[in-house]
């Protein structure tokens, strides 16, 4: 019996599963490894500009405390529930572990559609969640940071919210900040530019030319925005792009600068263009290079897998691929490189990382070396991952979530069992 269910939850049990197998973990070992430490459920009143009461359910989840305090993103998003929280909380610990971060991975999240709060109504139940959640978070015990539906205010309304309770101001206590509140350069753009550096270096591999490449993104948020530009930057041509609203289609290449400008103005891509307007499932489906999904869990079924036309498949979202479609991703792995979530957008808790680390000392650096920095470990965990897939071969997701469970593992039996 367990209180996480749904389909996102079950996805990291299969997967889990799979690696245990892959490394003949003993059956009287997994659960310890695999379910989470703590979960808080809290409900979260708040007033609404009609002077209404609505209650808003809360989530965090803490994986596992072996390896230091837990990190992990803040969702606000409708379809949030438990078991989703608990699922990437497992996730994130996996990906801590494999680019050597001291961390067990948490994550949190409210039940509620942002884009219908107004911006009052926001603070007030990011404040009231905050406050929620004292007992259980802090800069040694846990530690947030934004996901989707939340941003650098959000963060900036978490730390304030800690620190009044603190009496003090206590940067420490969330990544992702504002510069201007104890943030770090180069936080925003973080986990799009991860991706996208990972991309070149697999399309460098594959002698694919970056000014002849192609991409679609699914996912036009912090991420998918970041991706983009990074990619064009470097001279890779944007076919498609989608956000919730839709999705927008040009052979010859989309203006990505013009997109970001336009999402920020309007808040989505709607109305940006009816003669772009492309179907976003087929999309996915599209023939490119890249194929970048950057929005929710599960949108790479077994039957798009079976259909995908790219030659990279770069999981910027957490849980992209169900395990189904992951069979066949196996069968195709001679034509589709796949860089797993746990590796592709490790970039954004790396930099949060460097927050924390700067925010504990209070001394701050250059963006050139934030990002140096980044890719030197996202260059390290990749040669460990293709090494490790080439050498036991198995699937670049096995080989990656094995080197992470192996080290948590590790940690765990090096400590032994209290009491
Ligand atoms: P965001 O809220 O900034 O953007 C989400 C985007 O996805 C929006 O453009 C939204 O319209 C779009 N979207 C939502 N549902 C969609 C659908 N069904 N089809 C197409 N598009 C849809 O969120 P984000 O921070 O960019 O996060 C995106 C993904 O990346 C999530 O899976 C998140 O867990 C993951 N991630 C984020 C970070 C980070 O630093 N923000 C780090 C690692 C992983």
Redo the contacts with the bound molecule.
């Keep these: 019996m367990t209180v996480y269910k749904g389909p996102v939850f079950d996805m990291a049990v299969n997967q889990f599963g799979v690696i245990a197998d892959h490394l003949e973990i003993p059956k009287d070992e997994r659960a310890r490894l695999l379910m989470p430490k703590r979960s808080v459920t809290v409900s979260c009143p708040i007033h609404l500009d009609d002077g209404s009461v609505q209650v808003f359910e809360g989530y965090r989840v803490q994986h596992h405390l072996t390896l230091g305090p837990t990190k992990g993103?803040t969702?606000f998003a409708p379809q949030v529930d438990l078991g989703e929280v608990a699922a990437?909380a497992i996730w994130m610990s996996w990906k801590c572990a494999l680019v050597g971060l001291p961390y067990g991975g948490a994550k949190g999240g409210i039940s509620v559609d942002p884009l219908a709060l107004s911006p009052k109504e926001l603070e007030h139940l990011a404040r009231r969640y905050m406050q929620e959640m004292i007992p259980f978070v802090g800069p040694h015990t846990d530690v947030m940071?934004?996901?989707?539906?939340t941003?650098e205010q959000v963060m900036a309304w978490f730390m304030d919210t800690y620190s009044m309770y603190q009496g003090k101001t206590v940067t420490e206590i969330v990544t992702?900040k504002p510069v201007s509140a104890g943030g770090t350069l180069g936080r925003r753009e973080?986990?799009g530019r991860g991706v996208a550096y990972l991309i070149r270096r697999v399309m460098g591999d594959m002698s694919i030319k970056l000014n002849e490449a192609t991409a679609v993104i699914?996912?036009?948020?912090?991420?998918?925005s970041f991706t983009a530009f990074e990619l064009q930057r470097f001279g890779v041509k944007i076919i498609a792009v989608?956000?919730?609203?839709g999705a927008l289609h040009r052979a010859s290449g989309l203006d990505v600068a013009s997109l970001m400008e336009y999402?920020k103005k309007h808040g989505?891509l709607r109305g940006y263009s009816d003669a772009l307007q492309y179907d976003?499932q087929e999309m996915l489906t599209l023939p490119c290079d890249v194929l970048v999904p950057?929005?929710?869990?599960r949108?790479i079924t077994p039957e798009i897998a079976g259909k995908l036309r790219c030659r990279i498949l770069a999981e910027?979202?957490?849980?992209p691929t169900t395990p189904e479609a992951d069979l066949i991703l196996d069968k195709r792995q001679d034509e589709i490189f796949v860089l797993p979530d746990i590796l592709a957008?490790a970039g954004?808790?790396i930099v949060s990382y460097f927050e924390w680390v700067q925010d504990l000392q209070q001394l701050f650096w250059e963006e050139e070396e934030v990002t140096r920095r980044e890719y030197h470990i996202l260059d390290r965990a990749f040669d460990q991952m293709v090494r490790r897939a080439q050498i036991e071969k198995v699937s670049h997701r096995t080989a990656a979530m094995a080197i992470g469970v192996e080290k948590v593992r590790a940690a765990k039996q090096t400590r032994g069992l209290f009491p």
């Design positions: 993103g969702r990437l940071a934004p996901d989707m539906g941003n992702g973080a986990t699914q996912g036009f948020g912090n991420v998918g989608s956000d919730h609203t999402t989505s976003p950057a929005a929710v869990e949108v910027a979202a957490n849980g957008n954004g808790v």
